[in-house]
């Protein structure tokens, strides 16, 4: 039998979620997931919060006995100072957070974030040891134009040092498609595969031993409806999950999916 990526389910809270939200979606979830409440047994799948910065530390506590990592949507370029606003890696690796969500396209389109800057924020992030989850994917226009492939790759060739810095089994990629994201309108299961083949290809031809390792997820609209279209292809490895993992009963659905 051959062994490939663990397979991860990521949430992606956004700016959305209050105090009282977070904690009665852990409540909730303890019922749908006991599993995952129990640290003596070794679930199947990876499962991950990230939620908005000032609810790490209480999302901390409130998932202190669980199977369920903790993670962030982005970082700061810098590893601390005066610079106003910005949260460093070094903070949430105090906070406890496995992983850091970098590169989104809402952080790529709405705040301008750069390849250079994506590129310092995971270096960032490999110094205080946290697991980058880069985003990447194409726009509707570019997808219509047949360069989907072309320029998603491209986006991971812009990173290709700083990806090999990070060590094979500390690294996630999303395929997020920008124009499924939030939209209701979810990748077809088949060019998702194809898109995810052609990322695990690219590990393959770029970063040897990689592409056993690093887990492709797919974001994009998913939900309990579609996601098993996604979960039985090849090359994805789980999902990143936005509107459906803000109620703990669709994430848990979701979750559930993948280890059928
Ligand atoms: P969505 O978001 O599931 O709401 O489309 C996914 C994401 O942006 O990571």
């Known amino acids: 039998m051959t062994t490939g990526p663990t397979p991860l389910i990521a949430a992606n809270w956004k700016s959305n979620q209050y105090w009282e939200g977070c904690v009665e979606f852990i409540n909730e979830l303890k019922e749908l997931l006991p599993e995952q409440f129990d640290l003596g047994h070794e679930p199947p799948v990876d499962v991950l919060i990230c939620p908005p910065f000032p609810y790490i530390p209480l999302m901390g506590m409130l998932l202190e006995e669980a199977t369920i990592y903790l993670g962030a949507q982005d970082v700061s370029r810098f590893d601390g ?3 106003t606003g910005d949260v460093s890696a070094a903070m949430l690796a105090d906070l406890e957070c496995d992983y850091c969500i970098v590169g989104h396209s809402e952080r ?15 270096l960032q992030l490999i110094e205080q040891e946290l697991v980058p989850i880069l985003c990447v994917g194409e726009s509707l226009e570019t997808r219509d134009t047949g360069q989907a492939v072309d320029f998603t790759l491209g986006q991971l060739s812009a990173l290709k ?13 999303a395929y997020e498609p920008l124009w499924a994201i939030g ?10 595969q194809e898109m ?11 970063l040897r031993g990689y592409e ?13 409806e579609n996601a098993a279209a996604y979960f039985c292809q ?3 490895d789980g999902a990143l999950v936005g509107g459906a993992s803000l109620k703990a009963n669709l994430f ?7 280890k059928v």
């Open 252 to 258: 848990a659905q979701l979750v559930r999916l993948y």
């Open 183 to 192: 939209t209701g309108r979810n990748a077809e299961p088949a060019d998702a």
């Open 161 to 173: 040092t700083e990806l090999g810095r990070c060590e094979a089994d500390r690294l996630v990629i």
């Open 108 to 122: 790529r389109n709405v705040f301008s974030d750069t390849d250079e800057l994506i590129a310092q924020k995971i």
């Open 212 to 224: 056993k390792t690093v887990p492709i997820l797919y974001g994009g609209s998913v939900k309990p």
């Open 196 to 206: 995810c083949a052609a990322i695990r290809d690219w590990l393959r031809d770029n």
């Open 81 to 83: 100072g005066a610079y």
């Open 234 to 236: 090849t090359d994805i």
